[in-house]
């Protein structure tokens, strides 16, 4: 009971709630499910009635004389919970909850919520809503919500968050003439939501993308895992509402202060590879460009049009969208100007002019997209009448039959141009009526192709331990939460920075003023002096702040200056001592790195330019943890500060771009693992000749109680799991290190490959394989470890790294099962590493709680059925193939 497949594509379905009359939900309800009489056995259910429209009527879904798939509650509120006990009592599969009156309406309404919820955990029944209008399904020719809109089939899956909101857009597009493969309303997402509809639409061969108007993401663990699995493939584009909510919370951080609910959400969509669109007419432009293929390789836009104004309204809306017009060849260039008009523009935007036939529009088309120099080509046209407006829109469609590069089509104008945009429409050519949506559209498509690229680039290898000694860094917390601080002690901090690796400028915490003198003496003069107190976080509007200290004599007066003034300014002001550090001679860039607990996402990271003015000028990114180098570096591309950065400024030299990349990975790794950290801030990073270092850092405990706060529960992207590597040896005494892969191992991967005999490509990939390309090996490499499992086994030979053999273990989005396969290297056959790999991935399925994994196996790979049924798999034959499953549960 609870399958997902079976409550969408349902055999049996059960109306609860049908009714006669006319215009109630019941009866709505009832005529759109008639629709689909011919596919489904459908089942009035109203115990006030003997039958509704011409069917017998059953007065409880237990009565039923067929197992239902699906049931449609259109009861009230108040009888909705001994309803959906019922139908979990008659196994049904799921239901959907178009009643109202439950949350949305106060705690009367929230009790009954949680009523249905207690009945759907135990029982495992799937519910859609309570509160939404429904779902329909328009290739199978289901509509199970009470909209008067019945869309036609189409490749868009459609999922709304808010009732009202999706039927309105839904009646547009309908209007529109656009099709669906699902619409769905989530209503309170009592239990299924975004994620689990990414998950089914994701493997919906009839949905090419996926559309979202989301409010709140629910779950965000569950969103980011599916969206992660599926952007790549199919693009999902989402309008999220609540943009600038009413009052920001008071923060203890500059982190806190700066890195709102809203850019938190794009940051997620951007690690997540989905696009944010501003307007509802976005999400269906939107849909409609990134499933056409193929993406632009970049952002230089090539025009050909036959009137100029058009054309230069089109080339500064690249501009203002941060694309470029392209710069044509010269080839390109000596070739129109061998063919077109002397009076051509010879440039781009290509204008063919108003006499323009349609020889001259196929010449002008072909010339630019064959040009190395155009990613992508926009043609506009405005009737002149040289020719009807569909012959030109006929030789547009021939002149780009190969497709190799993105074509939009502008055909302005109104009636006369119809028939054009059917012709454009039927050969998957986006046209738009304005060169300025156009242009808007190819920059979602610029952005969407850049993410993907950025998010799956091979990282390289930086020199960051991922086991750093921090048992130490582990006690100092859990003392800090013991006496009930709110922050870590600088001396605490230091602690934290130095475990980690992430470079600071010299300093010390002193107690007494000789200490201070000893510390001053030890790291050269100048100095600084910073009070050091839980109760004052930002020293500088304290006033706790002395620069420039030369000498003892000078350091003796400032250091009581300093406690006497913090003494009248903060009286109540706890003091843990005064904090003398290394005062830098020159300061390139002053830069922020910080984290803060988001509700929704757990753990954020903001990176950007810092100092005093961070909050005023308020430059800065988001990401999510954990990162690694390519994803560091993202964060800091995003930001304004890091062209200055990369190329230097004026007088200050590039900073050291591989060690903040370092810096970043560091700072997320300490972030991953203490997930009682609430904030942090290190402020300023300053750069100095290029080297980037620590001037002042404060770290802020979560009050949550230490026990409340899960292992990783802080995180909605599983880091990489550092508890499966484990050390091993081979029959033969060969020492190898078994490990999950990682992104970084693609190369390592590749050779693996392509070493593997001829044999043994063909029973593990069905086929013999003696290359992979970058998108394949990402496939295998950049995993979701909360999904997918993967473990090599690496082995040094000759001051190499090499791999031995792979094992990896695929789970649905239940985690109920999952898909194993695994492959030895030919000369390390027979020396027990298949056996080994397999085994922890059992284990690892066992601590997910995985109910049976299984293997598909070539018939004649005779080697494997028998490995198989040693490790106790029962082995079947299948169609072609042979079937081994090994039951956990």
Known sequence: MGSLEKMLNPKVIAAIGASDVEG?????VMKNL????????????????????????????TDLPKPVDFAVIATPAKTVPGVIEQCAEAQVEGVTVVSAGFREIGQEGAKLEEEIKKIQSKSGIRV?????????????????????????????GFISQSGALGSAILNWAVSRRIGFSMFASLGSTLDIDCGDMIDYLGEDPNTKSIIIYMEDVHNAKKFMGAARGFAKNKPIIVIKGGKYPAGAKAASSHTGALAGDFLIYEAAFKRAGVVRVDEIADLFDCAEVLQSKPLPAGSRLGIVTNAGGPAVLAADSIIDHGGQLADLSEKSL??????????????????????????????????????????ALLVIHTSQGIAPTADFAETVVKSCSEKRKPVFAVWMGEGNVREARELFHDNDIPTYPTPEEAVKAYMYMCRYRRNLDSLYETPTELAVDIFPPISHLRLAMQKAIDVGRKALTLTDVDRFLDGYGIPRVPGSLAGSLDQAQMIASEIGYPVILKIASQDILHKTDAEGIILGINSSESLRTQYQNLLERIGKTNPEARIDGVYVQKMLSKVDFELIIGSKKDRDFG????????????????DFSIGLPPLNQNLARRIMEDTRIYQALNKGLRNKQPADMKSLEEILVRFSNMIVDFPEIAEVDINPLAVSNGKPSTLDARIIIDPTPVDRVKYLSHL???????????????????????RPIRPEDEAMELEFVRGLSAETSRFRFFQVIKDLQHDALVRFCNIDYDREMALIAEIQEDDKKTEAGVARLILDPSNAHGEIAAVVADKHQGKGLGTKLVDMLIDFAREKGVESIYGIIMPDNLTMIRFCEKLGFTIRRIPDNVLAELKLK
Request: glycine share 10%.
């Open 128 to 156: 859609l809503g309570p509160n939404c209008v429904g779902l329909i399904r328009p290739h199978i020719n289901l509509n199970a919500s009470f909209l008067r809109d019945n869309p036609t089939p189409g490749e868009i």
């Open 716 to 738: 909605i992207i599983m880091p990489y799991p550092t508890k499966y590597v484990t050390p091993w040896r081979l029959k033969d005494g060969t020492d190898v290190t078994i």
């Open 34 to 61: 008639l629709l689909g009489k011919d596919s489904r056995t459908i089942y009035p259910v109203n115990p006030n009635r003997v039958s509704v429209m011409g069917l017998p009527c059953h007065p409880k879904v």
């Open 334 to 375: 000596q070739f129109l100007n061998a063919n077109l008009p002397s009076y051509w523009s010879h440039g781009n935007p290509v204008d063919v002019l108003g006499d323009a036939d349609t020889k001259r529009y196929e010449l002008a088309v072909r010339t630019c997209l064959a040009d190395k120099n155009v990613d």
């Open 603 to 618: 753990a954020v990271i903001l990176f950007g330019s810092g100092g005093i003015g961070v909050e005023l000028f308020r």
């Open 24 to 28: 109630s939900v019941g009866q709505i």
